[in-house]
């Protein structure tokens, strides 16, 4: 049910950018928004409460957000109040995120290291990974001192494992294979 409605009203929002041109700006407003949601949690709680009425949370969200953002946004929003849709944002805005990379063919790079890379190092990895896949890619680097050296890579569903700690475990996978 979650996946239904995240998908279904991602979407409408994600048609509505498209056809008004605005998808680029939608898309860094609800990002934006998001952000707010979540680190302001009590405005959240607001913002999902059944508590409060619908008219008032949408004065709320017209009020705070209304000279901030696109009117197709805010009326977005509203939508969602007045469907009982608020709890589901989060994921509606990632379901948007997925739509929207896809849309200008973008992906995030997941690059597990022992250490941060430098900027050099993220600069040449973006553009070896871009001509690799023909993607625009942005890169999110994790460090996990277990790889103990090399790298980790994640597209989409795809992954690169050049770590060390993978190179050690199949280095023991052949000497436990060994017959002595």
């Known amino acids: 049910m979650a996946q239904l409605v995240t998908e279904t009203y991602a979407g409408a929002l994600y048609e509505v950018g498209v056809d008004a041109?605005?998808?680029?700006?939608?898309y860094e407003e609800f990002k934006a928004v998001v952000e707010i949601f979540e680190s302001e949690?009590?405005?959240?709680?607001?913002?999902?409460?059944?508590?409060?009425a619908n008219e008032e949370k949408?004065?709320?969200?017209?009020d705070v957000f209304?000279?901030?953002?696109q009117t197709e946004l805010v009326n977005f929003l509203k939508v969602l109040i007045d469907k009982r849709r608020t709890y589901y944002v989060i994921g509606i805005f990632e379901a948007f995120e997925v739509k929207f990379k896809k849309h200008f063919k973008m992906e995030t790079a997941l690059v597990t290291t022992?250490?941060?890379?430098?900027?050099?190092?993220?600069?040449?990895?973006?553009?070896?990974?871009?001509?690799?896949?023909g993607l625009t890619i942005s890169i999110k680097n994790i460090?996990?001192?277990?790889?103990?050296?090399g790298m980790l890579i994640q597209i989409g569903d795809r992954v690169i494992d050049n770590t060390l700690k993978r190179r050690l475990?199949?280095?023991?996978?052949?000497?436990?294979g060994l017959v002595v």
């Open 143 to 149: 460090i996990d001192e277990s790889v103990i050296g």
């Open 66 to 69: 209304g000279d901030k953002v």
């Open 21 to 26: 041109g605005m998808l680029e700006s939608i």
């Open 41 to 52: 949690l009590d405005f959240f709680e607001l913002f999902k409460t059944p508590k409060i």
């Open 58 to 62: 949408k004065q709320i969200v017209q």
């Open 169 to 176: 475990g199949d280095l023991k996978e052949s000497l436990n």
């Open 114 to 133: 022992v250490q941060a890379l430098s900027d050099e190092q993220e600069s040449t990895l973006k553009v070896q990974l871009s001509e690799m896949t």
